[in-house]
């Protein structure tokens, strides 16, 4: 079941088109990466599907609409910064997230296990790092177990404990059966939390499918020889090899998972070209970034 | 109604500027009035007596002009304050990400708005028929209610000057730029408009004192002498006219606020 669909979304802040013509459909279970380099559209597409902005045209449905416009009590979300109270402590916080969502009173002892602010929660929030406020922030999205949550960036600007931290949490939240929309744009993160992954850039859908999918549609050769021209133009008539770049120190391609090092090295060697590195190695998720946000 | 007012208490109550302005409010609303006891100023004054102001029915026109002040810095800050600081803080935003819808929201300050204005008119009640009984000889409760409609005036003053707050609130995203704008437009930039402005350009036309700060203001104005009554006429709005202007304002900010908020992103 599709527990959000995404129509056409457009979004212009006037010259400048933030989100153009986008089209996603996010099923029930999914753990969902929305990767793009920073200003591509990811916080505008989560602004409008959680209503604090509003789309030039398109539509979205939540939940197949049978929550009408309350259908934000049904998911927990944070948009760029943790934003609460500062002069208010962790609980006090929750509790105000709780009461907006029309939940009965609770003590929030699980949550602060989850979060790891069980110490800290009564210090008001403007004497936590950024670490906390933003561990607090996942908290709060947690409140009353909501079927979908929402996260945006949630590791930006965090120290390396902080972004561990958080990752553990994450994956925690990711394995309990909910359906995650993270935005991101850091890949390894994207790669070790999530199962699907959309692609965007200057607002357009490059591409969106299982993490599994993407990584192991293509496979990548680094090589070098001793003539690396003619080695160029013999790459470009074998059809299993998609896209060539120049690495460092040697070349670097992405070839067809099904052919194999040794009939390329052997190609190769017919055409009179000499070897003197060669790798295959399985596609990142970071390449296959590179490479659709390059090309389009 | 009562869910949205019990949110609002919870993420106030135990904010330091809201507590500071609802003590200078209800510290100094009543113990302002008592400058009226200054001997220099009052003793053998021929235009006013110490007795007028705190009998009735003068009690009523001095508590209100009191209150005057009053609810326009210490209530009209804390309305544009508390919605403000909101946006400052981005928990406007979150509030609505969480699962309020934005007619929800815009109640919740509504329901403020009306809370604060109900609270600032009991207490002028209260307050003026204690001051009034103490002051007054056989004072009877048709002496004290003899005050030409003064407390629900009171209650349309209240709400005038924090629909405006409301609005500016709404508007400035800016928490401190937003009550510096609140008090700088009614004490300074409204008065220069009218008078500067408005007056030279239509030669003191009547229309110069039909502005929202002034019209709130002169539901509740300053206690003039009898004799200055006629001169008065020309520079204060009548009652009628006061109460007909405030509420046409009033109702525009409220629905100019409900439906920019309604529409704009956040």
Redesign the interface.
Known sequence: MAVLEINGLTKKYGKITALNNLNLSIESGNIYGILGPNGSGKTTTLGIILGVLAQDSGTFQWFGGQYGQYFRKEIGAILETPNFYPYLNASENLDIVRHIKGLPEQDFEEILEIINLKDRKASKFRTYSLGMKQRLAIGATLIGSPQVVIFDEPTNGLDPEGIAEVRNILKNVASSGKTVLMASHILDEVEKVCSHVAIIKKGHLLATGPVGSILSSDKMFQINTTDNLQLKSVLSDIGQIKQVNDGKGFIECSVDSAYEVAEFSKLLSEKGLIITHLVERSNSLEDEFLQITKSK | MF?LL??EW??FR???VVQMLLWIFVIFFPSLIFIGKNKDLFENNPLISSADIFAFPGVWKWLGWDGNWMVFFALGFLMVYVISIEMS???M??????????TEYFLSKLYVLLVFSLFATILYAIVGLIIGYVHTDDATFSMAMDNNWAIPRYFLMCVAYLSFAMFIGFTIKNSGLAVLTYLAYGILLEPMIRWLGHSELTGGHKSMHWYPMNAAEDLMPMPSPDFLSGKASEIFLTTQEAVIISSIYTILFIGLTYYTFT????
């Open positions: 869910k019990s949110l919870k993420k135990k904010n330091s803080y981005k928990t935003r979150q509030n609505i990400i969480t699962g309020l819808t934005r529409k704009r992103d956040m």
